[in-house]
């Protein structure tokens, strides 16, 4: 995949981006939309290998040129705080009952050269309770850009610019809860206003030595058998074996009767076999 360089805007113009000395406007991926997103997201793809990138005046991490050692690499996911009944409304007022920021710090203070996020970015899905306001009071709720920006984007601000990231997709962000704002913010290719899939192709990212495929399942059903999606991933799972180059990698999954899980090698054959057909 190619290097995505994303912006937040709040001005009706998208900021200036300098790369390898060139400077231009960065183009518009997704349009303010009201008041749920009241912001522009902007995106510049690089379509050559950079040796300076710069947006605003701000200096962004370069991707490691390929074939370089990968040798720190931080992963980290569900990190939002739980507004979510009927489990307990999580403190996220309170550093020690949400430790975002700490978290944030930490990534940074590590210095890796890679950051992956696997998903539930969106987890205040309702407003704080009267009972609760100690902990929530004052929180947004609802898959709108404030709740996200609350969930993520401000506490993580630490370790956003420390290195490039690779955002999957979680449950928490189908198509039934934050879909919209996972395609406006984080999922890889353009954005087409109410369009919404579960189903987003796989595709390979290239950092260094190492080649991650991520593929699409926040959708699927980790209880039972389900018969369409079954239908639905083989393909996807097939073009991810492609994507691959012979190495396969997934995350926790349930589908077709095998339970599967990422191991030192990729994926369980028994799960490859019926995801695959094989």
């Avoid at 997934?250 to 899980?261: K, L, R």
């Amino acid at each position: 995949g190619r290097v995505s360089v994303r912006a937040v805007s709040s001005g009706a113009s998208c900021p200036t981006i300098t790369v390898n000395g060139s400077a231009s406007a960065m183009p518009v991926r997704a349009a303010a939309g009201g008041a749920d997103f009241p912001v522009a997201v902007c995106e510049q793809v690089l379509t050559a290998p950079a040796t300076s990138i710069d947006v605003a005046g701000i200096k962004l991490p370069i991707p490691l040129a390929k074939g370089a050692p990968l040798d720190r690499l931080a992963i980290l996911g569900d990190s939002g705080c739980r507004l979510e009944p009927p489990k307990p409304m999580q403190d996220c007022n309170n550093s020690n009952g949400w430790p975002a920021h700490e978290v944030s710090a930490e990534v940074a203070t590590r210095n890796p050269a890679l950051i992956i996020h696997t998903g539930d970015y969106y987890y205040r899905m309702v407003q704080c309770p009267a009972a609760d306001q100690a902990k929530c009071g004052g929180s947004p709720h609802g898959p709108t850009w404030d709740t996200l920006e609350a969930d993520f984007f401000e506490p993580y601000k630490s370790s956003l610019g420390v290195a490039p990231w690779i955002f999957l997709r979680g449950n928490h962000e189908t198509c039934q809860m934050a879909g919209d704002a996972f395609l406006r913010l984080f999922a890889a290719g353009p954005y087409t206003p109410g369009a919404c899939s579960n189903f987003l192709p796989p595709y390979a990212v290239d950092a260094g030595d190492q080649r991650f495929v991520v593929f699409d399942d926040s959708d699927a059903a980790d209880d039972k058998v389900d018969a369409a999606q079954v239908s639905t991933y083989t393909p996807l799972m097939q073009s991810a074996r492609f994507e691959a180059d012979g190495r396969l990698v997934g995350a926790a999954g349930f589908v077709a009767g095998a339970e599967w899980e990422l191991e030192a090698g990729g994926i369980s054959l028994e799960a490859l076999a019926k995801l695959t057909g094989g």
